[in-house]
């Protein structure tokens, strides 16, 4: 009996080495691992990024679609501008058209102090004051401001996966997973390892089908971080295919920050933040920022909070606490309430708009960077002027 017992032990022992040797020395099963623990785990949790939202519709419907939307927004302590402003704003946007409008009528109390409109096509972007002397700039970014998202074949959730398992597992073996020396330490301090991921060329049919995407003629490279437990605390997707030097990441226990890094001519970037408050269960909310760090030093930023509620006809979103800055200086602080719905048989965006930017002169981006003070000087004067006449806090 003694030596059963024994016999049983020494089983139990070696299955044990065998399974932590697994764990510690082929990657594969790792990252199968925290596919599992991911599917169970974040995906179920309040501060999970994506958390009780449907990417499949937001990305078909909003992102890769036509939408138009309308709002109110009010601006307080505009640097130069002693008055609150308050504004009805309405345009749309299409994705197959890549343009953009935004229509601003902005009051100062019952003083109409004029429009200032936003418009894009393709990779440049209009700024055009229609009632103040036809200020108007236009620029070329150089980079796609109508990016396309995934059009995601599946909803992504427990039931997809529980129904992908072969799938998964299939996928996981033939791709490139190496262990590295990388690690992340999350902000409870924990300690994550790197598994560097390589799609190949030609592999991935699965995913990409999932993506809804044609698998791409070069390889793909991301990056998992892993606690000690399989967790996954942060993915890094390498967008340099794209953007030479640009990469998205997603961090945090439950994934719940997303960071965009964009490289700009002349050593400049901008880095775009959305992390999501899971204290809040009624809605969905997230804090936000957009850093811009100029070639100067100076780095300009926008932080504000959104809550988005969806509902039947499409998305109602509040920013509130918008505060934009010029390194410590306040530029200008506000609100903005709105509701943005799917649109079909939009027509031309611009049409509609009742725009003609043919004879906005496109500039470099240098050029508008070294003027973009004197145009909101101006902007600014002039809507002084129309306030100042009637010396309302004097």
Not at 8 to 22: H, S
Not at 104 to 110: A, K, R, Y
């Amino acid at each position: 009996m003694k030596k059963k017992i024994s016999v049983i032990l020494i089983i139990i022992f070696a299955v044990a080495i065998f399974i932590k040797a697994e764990l510690e020395f082929n990657p594969s099963v790792r990252v199968l691992l925290s596919v599992i623990d991911f599917s169970e785990s974040t995906l179920n949790s309040s501060d999970y990024l994506a958390y009780d939202v449907d990417l499949k519709d937001l990305f078909r419907n909003n992102i890769n679609a036509d939408i138009s939307y309308e709002g109110s927004a009010y601006i307080k302590k505009l640097k130069g501008f002693p008055y609150s402003i308050n504004g009805n704003i309405s345009g749309q946007r299409s994705y197959e058209q890549k343009q953009f409008s935004c229509k601003s009528d902005l009051n100062v109390l019952v003083i109409n102090v004029g429009k200032l409109d936003i418009y894009a096509k393709d990779d440049t972007v209009y700024l055009v004051a229609p009632l103040l002397g036809n200020i108007s700039y236009g620029f070329d970014t150089d980079n796609d401001l109508f990016l396309h998202a995934p059009d995601l074949n599946n909803d992504i959730n427990e039931e997809w996966f529980h129904n992908n398992k072969a799938n998964i597992f299939n996928f996981i073996r033939q791709i490139d997973i190496q262990k590295t020396d990388e690690t992340f330490v999350d902000e409870d301090g924990t300690i994550c390892q790197e598994y560097k991921i390589t799609i190949q060329k030609g592999q991935g049919d699965f995913i990409w089908n999932l993506l809804g995407m044609k698998a791409p003629d070069h390889d793909i490279t991301w990056s998992l971080f892993l606690d000690k437990f399989n967790h996954t605390r942060k993915v890094v997707f390498d967008l340099s295919y794209k953007t030479e030097g640009a990469y998205c990441t997603v961090y945090g226990n439950n994934l719940n920050t997303f960071e965009l890094h964009i490289p700009l001519p002349d050593d400049e970037s901008t880095i775009v933040t959305i992390k999501r408050n899971g204290n809040t269960t009624y809605t969905h909310a997230y804090s936000n920022n957009i850093s811009y760090f100029a070639s100067t030093g100076d780095v300009y930023s926008a932080d504000f909070n959104t809550t988005i509620d969806f509902v039947d006809d499409g998305m109602e979103i509040e920013a509130s606490d918008v505060a934009i800055q010029k390194n410590t200086t306040m530029l200008a602080e506000g609100y903005l309430k709105g509701n943005i719905t799917p649109t079909s048989d939009m027509g031309d965006v611009f049409e509609n708009a009742h725009v003609d930017l043919s004879d906005v002169t496109v500039i470099d981006w240098d050029t508008i960077k070294n003027d973009t003070a004197s145009f909101v000087d101006d902007v600014i004067s002039q809507a002084r002027e129309k306030v100042d006449i009637l010396n309302l806090f004097n």
